[in-house]
């Protein structure tokens, strides 16, 4: 599967931004979908995923902040992302797994990044 990643830019702190990522191929639908983040100078870092069956994960630094969904119709998973913080700046990643994984070996596709900067 190929993944498009989309929807960055620059957004002052306590705005909101919404990411998409449109999937390439017939079996979307048979994924976990995630969401990774890499900021200058650190390590690329798991921020939530979606199973097939739509139950959510996040890391703690997001949750109650970022929301992931998708829509198998269209192919697409999204990462909405609300109340954002300087510390949020980073490379946002899509990727897709066979199974439910927080870790980043166990993504076998990648999306190139999309670049969400956030100021104070």
């Known amino acids: 599967v190929q993944l498009q990643a989309s929807g960055g830019g620059l957004v002052q702190a306590g705005g909101s931004l919404r990411l998409s990522c449109a999937a390439s191929g017939r079996t979307f639908s048979r994924y976990v979908m995630g969401w990774f983040r890499q900021a200058p100078g650190k390590e690329r870092e798991f921020v939530a995923a979606?199973?097939?069956?739509?139950?959510?994960y996040y890391a703690d630094s997001v949750k109650g902040r970022f929301a992931i969904s998708r829509d198998n119709a269209k192919n697409t998973v999204y990462l909405q992302m609300n109340s954002l913080k300087p510390e949020d700046t980073a490379n946002y990643y899509c990727?897709?797994?066979?199974?439910?994984?927080?870790?980043?070996?166990?993504?076998?596709?990648w999306g190139q990044g999309t670049l969400v900067t956030v100021s104070s």
């Open positions: 979606i199973s097939r069956r739509n139950t959510t």
């Open positions: 990727a897709a797994a066979e199974i439910v994984t927080r870790e980043n070996g166990g993504y076998g596709y």
